[in-house]
Every structure is written in structure tokens, then in C-alpha cells.
């Protein structure tokens, strides 16, 4: 086939774009770890201006240029703002005067720059963004009552839109494409990303609100009042009562020392029934999917039972802190930490907690409680903690 062709003599061409491509996968983009690589396929309907050189051919013009057709595409998003894609499509055909017409088929590969959006919408392609797109293209002929010559079989191609993604992964896009200096076209399409369900990242996981947990006030012994016998006529009666004994409670939060687990809580930090702060310290089960700061499902309904928790004590302010593991760079894992202490206090003010008390705070590596040696140890590293800011 004659467009295949064309494209085969754009190969080295094509090796340099995909060069610049895999380039785009390290540097900056290589912290850039929040990010599925998703196949995607789409088409679309278009409309097309074709303006064949008709100066070498005496007695023939260009009767009508706007034309229209369809187009079939396939890619794949490489990172948080790149992604290749390729093309074919039917421009229609140019009506030639006094007689005759020029029908174009075109084929391109080109990268596709992202922006407009911020980061985490654009690296989950969800939401409005604009892009532009560069590669290479090749181009078929078929004439009727004419002769022709194609110059240029491949070339250089331009263009850039506007995509909206949905939650579904279905994304709607509008955009201009150039295609040499004869072919141009404006389309609307329609596309799906294979291998995600985009509605995760962005629904929160239902869970029954938590039972409320009480606070245990020291028990307070009161003896009974002990009255004497009744008094003889010439004497009065005589009452007295035993002062109420009150149970030690060194730290003031509410539980006695005979049943409080931990005896050194700070005054005002709210505790549960054997007297450990509520709030303070590793939040277990709170992870993240690998290498990433999106939350997994069973995090979230931990959180949940947070934000329950929080709306009990609407005073309390929270630092979060989280921290990685040494796998990978040390700046890297900062990043990644400062992530995800954003992401959990991100879901919390999603569901109804002012982010006034909330204080993210970044550790990576630098703080490990357990060996780096080990599975064990480095999952236990990989954490989240809690603390209240007084």
C-alpha cells in the first residue's frame, strides 16, 4: 500500500521522535512516580481544507477545497505529559476546475505535549487541558481526470487542541492539524484509556460512619452519709459525711492512673478508654499504591474513621507526617513524601475538615524507625503518622 510506503521512508524520522520520547521518561518526569501508562484508542469526524498546486497545470483551479471525512487513532500516554499517538485518516477530496478532483489519505506518528491543567489532573488526563502536537506524516494521492505529482510524501506535521477527560476514561477532544502545506483539518474525536478505573482516583470509598468513642471520666467514690441511732430527747442529732475520694490522675486526661496505658499523654490531647491519645502517632493501615501518593481503598476508609474521630473534637489540630523508605533517591523520596502527607490531608479536607487545622509535614527517609535491611523493616519505615499540634 502506497501510504505504507510513504511512512517506511520516514523511518529515520520517526527514530528520532521516539528518542525524544523515551528522553522524556527520566530527568524531572523520572519523580514524576504517580502515573499509570495507559493505551488509549479513539476517532473522530473532521473537516478539511485541501489546496493542491494547480500553478503548473494551465486552465485548472481549485474549485472547492473544504471537504471532510474521518479519522482512526491509537496512543499511549508516556508520563505526566507526553504521550505518542498515531493516525490515519480521510480528508475528503479537493473538486478541481473544469473538471476533475484530488482525494487525500494521510498517516502520522507525533508526541503530544500536555499543560494548562495542574499536575495531578494532567497525570491522570481528567479534567480540561490543552496540548500541542509534533511528528511526521505521509500522504496519498488519488486523482480523477488529472494527472498529478506528490512532492513530499513525508513530512513535517503541526497541531494542537483541547481534551477533556472524564472519570470514566472516555476524553473528548477538539483540534487543528497540519499536514504538509496542502492538507489541513479541524476534528472532533472521541478516545478511551484502556487499563485504569479512573473513577477510583477521584470518588472517595463509603464506609458507615464510625461509632463514636467515649471518654472515660475517673470514677469518683462517694461513701454513703452514716447517721447515728435516734438521739435521745436532751440531745441533738448528729450527722457526718466522708469526702468523696477522687482516684489519681497524673496527666490530667481524664483516666485514672490504675487504668491509664499511657501516663504521660499532654493535657488537652484527646484519649480513648485506657487513656492513649487518639490522635498521636503511626496510623496503621494508611498506604499508598506503590511508588505513588494515591491513596489505596482500605486507606480511605481508615481516614474515614479519622474524619469522624476529628469531627468529635473540633478544636483538635493535626500534624500529618509521612515517611519513606531508602529505596530510590533522597530527594526523590522527600518529594514523595511531601505527596502523600498532601493526599491525606487533601481527602481529609475533602470530607468536611477545615484545612486550618491540618499541618503536612514531609520526612522522606531521614527519620526510619525500624532497619532499611529488611522487607519488614522498610514497609514499616513506608508511614504515616498523626500528632497534635497544641
Known sequence: MEIVKNLTRASTILAGLAAISACSLVGPFQADRNFDNRIYAGGGLLGSNLDPDTDSAPGVSVDSSASGGGSLLLGYDLNNRFSVEGHVADLGQADLAPSGSVSYQVAGVSALVYGLNDRRARGQRRGFSGYGRLGVGALNNDAEQVDFERVNDA???VGAGAEYGFDNGLAARLEAVLHDEDARFVQLALLYRFGTDNRRRSTPVASPKAPEVPVVEAPVVKAPAIVTPA???ETQPLVREIA???????DNDGVSDALDSCADTSEGNPVDDVGCSLFDGVIEGVNFKSGSDELTPESAVI???VVAKLNDFP?????IKAHTDNAGEAVGNLRL????????????????IRGSRLRPQ??????PIETNETAEGRASNRRVEFAVVQ
Open 155 to 157: 513530512h513535517l506535521l
Open 231 to 233: 438521739p435521745l430527747p
Open 244 to 250: 468523696p475520694a477522687v482516684l489519681p490522675d497524673s
Open 303 to 305: 481516614l474515614t474513621d
Open 315 to 319: 478544636d483538635v489540630r493535626l500534624a
Open 337 to 352: 513524601s511531601r505527596r502523600r502527607a498532601l493526599s491525606v490531608a487533601r481527602y481529609l479536607i475533602e470530607n468536611g
Open 362 to 367: 514531609a520526612f522522606g527517609e531521614s527519620e
